[in-house]
Each structure stands twice: as C-alpha cells, then as structure tokens.
C-alpha cells in the first residue's frame, strides 16, 4: 500500500477504461498456432467409439423394410440404434414436436438419418452407414415454395399483420405496380461441421461436448431422448469454429444421437458429420417467394403496399415461425409505410428443415422492400437513392411518419444522418454521374452503383427468450474468472463480455479469463443468437463484476476511511481516500476478511412485448442502422461481375471493441453478398440436394473481395441502455450487401437505358444475370 502523492491519479482512474478497446480476439494466437481446442481436439478417452448416420434416399416415402444387416455385419461395426432405442422421446424440434431424431417409418428429405451406426473408426461408421438395404413406398413429394402453397401445405397457420387500409389505399394511389421476387436459401458452411462427443457417467448421468449455440437447447433434448432428469446432463462448448445460426437448433439431432449411442453402450462416443452428411441432413437459410402490389404516387412515395412471403420452411416447424415474424416485422427496412397488408405462409417441403441463418429473416423481409423501390424509382425514372430518401422513417415525433406497421415507436432513428455521410464520403453523385458516361461508351462492359439502408431491430422476438446469467470468480491472485451463457463462435462475444468485467472491476483485461459455456454452471440459457450475445450476457456478467466491486468498495472504505462510492478502481489499482493499492493486495484483504469475493449476475432486457396473435408490440430493444455503396461492373455477354469498391458505414453505438466490430461488419457484408450472388441451393426433380460440397456450392473466395473496401463505424452512442451504449454487430450488418445486388440489377439496366426493371432474382448467378439482361434486351 502506498500513500498518494501523484494528483494525476485521480484523473488517471476517472479517464482509464477497458471497453472501447481494439483488443485482439481472446483467442486469436490459439486460432493462429492452431492450438484453439474445438470439440474434435477433445483428447480422446479410452475406448472412444465413432457413429455415423444412416440416410433417406427418398425425398417422402414408407419405410416398407429396413434390413440393417449388412451393418451390423461391416468391419469394425459395434451396434446399430434406431428411433426404437430412444427411451424417452425420439424429437430434437425446438418449438412443435414435429422434428424426429431418427426417422420412424416415414421418411420426409433425402438425407433424413434413419439410423446411427456405431463403429470403431469414424470412416468404417461411414462406410457401414451406406450398407442399409431399405425398401421404400414412394409418397407424393413437395418441393418448392409455390408448391407447398398451391397444395396449401404448411408447417404452422398463416400469419397477417394489417395496418390502416390498404386495399382503399391501394385503389387510390397514382401509380401501381406488381411482381414477383424470388430469394434463394443458404448454407451457413461453418468451418467446423457439426459434431457431439458424449461420455456416460455414473448413475445414469451423460456429459455432452457439443459445437452448439445453444448448450441448454441440448440439455434439454438430450433429457429428453434419454428419459433422464436436465440434472443429469452436462453439455459443454468452449468454441465454435462458425455458427450462423445453423448450430441454434440443428446440433441437437446430433447431440442425442452420439447419447444415445454412449448410454446404450455405456462407452464414450463421437458423431462428427462429414462435410456432404452435413449439408444433406442439416437445414439453411429459408428461400422466400414473394408476390407484391404497390401503390405510390408522382414522387415516389409508398402509400399502400400488399405483399404474400412464401418460406421454404422444409418438412417440420424448427424455427421457421419466428424467422417468418421476422420477416414480417422487416419488411418495412428503413421506411415508413402507413397502409400496409403482409401475409407469411411458411410452406411445408420435403426438403431439409431450414433453421436460423444470420439475421433469421430480417434480410428475407427488407430485401423485398428495396426491390420495389427499385422498380418505382425505375418507372419514374429517378435514382434510387432519392425514392429511399423519401419514404425513410421521421427523425421524431414532430415529424411524425416514426411507428412501425407492427406498433413500436422509431426513438432513435440516425439513418438520416447515416446516408448523408456516406453519400458524401463515398462521393456517391460524381461516381454516379461518371458512371453513366462509362457505360454510354461501353457497349459490352457496363457499371452499376447503388446505396442501401438498413435498420434491423435488436432482441429475440420471443420475449421471455431476452435473459442471460452470469459468474464472476475474483481469486486470491487477483485474476478474474468468468463464466456465463453465451457461446463463443469466432465472433468475439468471450473478448467483449472479458472487457466488460475487467472494466467493472478495473483490472487489465490479461487478469480475466472466460471459461467455456456450461450448462452445470448457467443455467437456462438462451441460444447465442439474435445478436443478443454481448447485449444479454455482457450486462449478467457486468452485473456479477459490479456486486463485487461493491463489496470492495465497501471495505476499501472501512480501511482507510471516506464513502464506498468514492473509491476508484483503475488500471489494477485502487484508490480509497488518500490512500492506494493494487486489486490483488485488496483482494487478499478482503479474503482474510471474509469479504464474498465471487457472485452471480441476471440481466432481463426490459420494456419489451410482443402479441403473436396480433404481431403487435415491441419486439426490439432498439435497432441497429447502416448503409452501404456498392460499385460493380458486369460483363454482358457471359454474367460475369466484380465488385470494384464497396463503401460501408455502421451503426455499432459506442462499440465495445472496435477492431472486433469492424471484422463483424466486413465478414457479415461479404457472406450476405454469397448469398445475394453466388450461393446457389439446388434440388433435383427427385428432392435431392445436389449442391452439398465445396465443389458445386460456391462460398465467397478472398478474390471476391473487393480491393476498394472501406469500412466505417459511425460514431453516436445508443440511447437505449444496451451495455455500455453500444450496439450489436453481428446481423445487422448482412442486410449492407443488398447494395451489390442493386448495383447488379442497375447495371443491368443501362442494357435498357434505364427503362425496364431487370427481372433480376438471387442469387445473382451468371446465369441469372444473363437471364435478366436478354428480358430486357430491346
């Protein structure tokens, strides 16, 4: 302990902060050396075993016979299980209990498991997994969205959100117009595939590595199949090697699965899905068909908009019902409609399951609203740009024109300001305007440019979803360790929740450790998911950090006189009266004291309501907003296209780690523009899926990329109390390469002099881009 002498200190405390950092990923050396455990550097225990699923070839059919002996025959094969041998329930669907673990005499998608074969090896489980003699009586096959609609087939009832009038409105506007937009699916390709490792333990219990967003989804599934008590099942994850929603619901098939295996055999065993198994079994994101009525009148404005949303939902519910809600409730992106009637069918296939995929319909939903802007600005024969101007929400409440079709009101709405800076900045009228005489001296090669908005609404649409815990472990040392219900998926959320508490406590961040997600240590916890994580769990673990800082506090002030709520800490120091020391000589007071040094922490996002009957309320905490100029050029005779420069501008509050932030910005652009271009889904007339690999399903390459790429922050804290005032990053920002796509579609239009809409659908294929020049070829 040292007496104070340096006056400066106390302005050191009052300035010295954690958060606001570009701290490093925790774990970007692991990533780099390669020493980053995921679940399938899990070391072994002795006599691991290895399953491998068994899968429909039909896309709907009767199981008329299953012979499984050439299985059970195969080297190396120890047992084989199916849906007979589940003791509790054979279901993994998050919501309805619609979705079978192992198919039971019918099977709805090619690629559906049917069986777990367990075996010595992972490849000799493979192998024997494709010995099955099953005899098959062919059922009527749904495959497409309009299909699943003709045939009034759907998973859940349809949904309708209504405001105002608008077939009155509709019948009176200046100008209508109609169409049909169709956007594809997507894989969400994580770089690690799914995989459960689970080990038997004494009295029946299970403990289950899992690369999962949603370690309590598992827990509960897991119960479940097995019959046993939650109590006994532990389910762990320390990272992810990727997630994008399409580990949020969908590992839990293979959670039970390699449990089921382990507790009949009561040895450790591993289900690691091969890259082709996986993208054949697994769900993505949900193709959408749209068919729409517009009215607005001279100048561009909305005043009445009709619009039906076909999801691909495949054979069972999943989460298909909340990413519809989604995509109702963003229809209206930035913009302000007053009469408006949207219906959402989520259409029953006999394809894969789809599930989350990062922005869980939110993209689907806007990006149909900025098709039609497109075409009105089209028919008007003015720039895009102005028509968004002009139907954006008010900046406030004497403005009016600021409440959602679904009733929640617009307070913080900066997207003004968003697309004036970036209009500027990306000098985007003198780029418009030189592109223009590009394209009157290319005959061949033509350029497009164009700017979008977004604002996407922050918090699960389910309200009691909006919860999170956490520990806070303060040791004798002074190092901090910190557990709490998010999971970690290469998106920073452990580094961020890590600055949260060192700042609380004002430690250097190198003293806090984040342990892996448990469900024995937090329980019922919400998925990883929404763009919540940091939002939920950084507040439950700011509010652990903050009880104990309080009881420091207190006893600082005991030692060495003055108030509790004047003793700062600082950079690992702290400073009581006249006094200072270091948090770890505090720490070690405290202790021989008796002082609690760890505590629990909760967060409930408050102020939040949603009526799914009426889809009313306020769904969202606040909304993230952002804008991006994208600028392409297009080779007219082969589709060809590159992106030349790609100008962001997010909307990230006062963000909690800025380099962190950035890189979700950059990859969340570049992964949505795969899915608006490249990333193309494709089933046969038979129901199955042909594009299941990296060599026929087209993932964005580095060369992609655009070498012109700027990205930004823009700098206004949010006003709602999200922690620390800043703003989610990891969604939000896949809607910004709606710019590329719209750049495509302008491009494609100077073919016509800009006086036909291109019939551009996504992907933007070459074969789409093509496809869309000669329909509007004069």
Known sequence: ????????????????????????????????????????????????????????????????????????????????????????????????????????????YVGQPIFVVVASTHDLARRAARKAVIVYEDLPAILTPQDARAAQSFVLPPMSLQRGNAQRAMHSAPHRLQGQLQVGGQEQFYLEGQIAYALPKEAKAMQVYCSTQHPSEMQHVVAHALAIPSHQVQVECRRMGGGFGGKESQSALWAASAALCAMHLQVPVKLRADRDDDMMVTGKRHEFYYEYEIGYDDQGLILAARIEMVLRAGFSADLSGPVATRAVCHFDNAYYLSDVEIKALCGKTNTQSNTAFRGFGGPQGAIAVEYVIDDIARNLGKDALSIRKLNFYGRNDKEGRNTTHYGQKVVDNVIHEIVAELEQSSAYQERRAAIEVFNQDSPILKKGLALTPHKFGIAFNVTHLNQAGALVH????????????????????????????????????????????????????????????????????????????DRLAVFASSLFGGNAEDVQFFSGQVLAGSDQLSFAELVQKAYLARVQLWSDGFYA?????????????????????????????????????????????????????????????????????????TEE?????????????????????????????????????????????????????????????????????SVAAHRRNPPLQAPATGEAILKAINAIRV
């Open 605 to 677: 996002t408050p102020h939040l309501q949603w009526d799914s009957k009426t889809m009313t309320g306020n769904p969202f905490s606040y909304y993230a907003y952002g804008a991006a100029v994208s600028e392409v050029i297009v080779d007219t005779l082969t589709g060809e296209w590159k992106l030349l420069r790609a100008d962001l501008l997010y909307d990230a509050g006062n963000s909690l780690n800025p380099a962190i932030d950035l890189g979700q910005v950059e990859g969340a652009f570049i992964q949505g523009m795969g899915w608006l271009t």
């Open 1 to 108: 302990m040292n007496s104070l002498t340096d006056m400066n200190t106390s302005t050191l405390a009052t300035k010295w902060k954690e958060v606001g950092q570009a701290h490093p990923h925790e774990s970007a050396i692991l990533h780099v050396c390669g020493t980053a455990t995921y679940t399938d550097d899990i070391p072994e225990v002795r006599g691991t075993l290895h399953a491998a699923l068994g899968l429909s070839q039909r896309a709907h059919a009767k199981i008329i016979t299953l012979d499984l002996t050439p299985v059970k025959s195969a080297e190396g094969v120890v047992a084989v299980f199916t849906a007979s041998d589940f003791p509790g329930t054979n279901d993994c669907g998050p919501i309805l209990h619609d979705d079978p673990i192992l198919a039971d005499g019918i099977v709805a």
């Open 474 to 549: 303060v040791y004798t040392d002074g190092s901090v360790l910190v557990n709490h219900g998010g999971t970690e998926m290469g998106q920073g959320l452990h580094t961020k929740v890590a600055q949260v508490v060192a700042h609380e406590l004002g430690i250097p961040l190198a003293q806090v450790k984040i342990t892996a997600t448990d469900t024995s240590k937090i329980a019922n916890t919400s998925a990883t998911a929404a763009s919540t994580g940091a939002d939920l769990n950084g507040k439950a673990a700011q509010h652990a950090a903050h009880q104990i800082r």
């Open 681 to 749: 889904l494709c089933w046969d007339a038979k129901g199955k899926l042909t594009t299941h690999a990296p060599s026929t399903y087209k993932i964005p390459a580095i060369s992609d990329c655009p070498e012109d790429f700027r990205v930004q922050l823009f700098g206004k804290h949010n006003i709602a109390d999200s922690i620390h005032r800043s703003k989610a990053t990891g969604e939000p920002p896949l809607l910004l390469p709606f710019s590329v796509f719209f750049a495509i579609r302008d491009a494609i239009a």
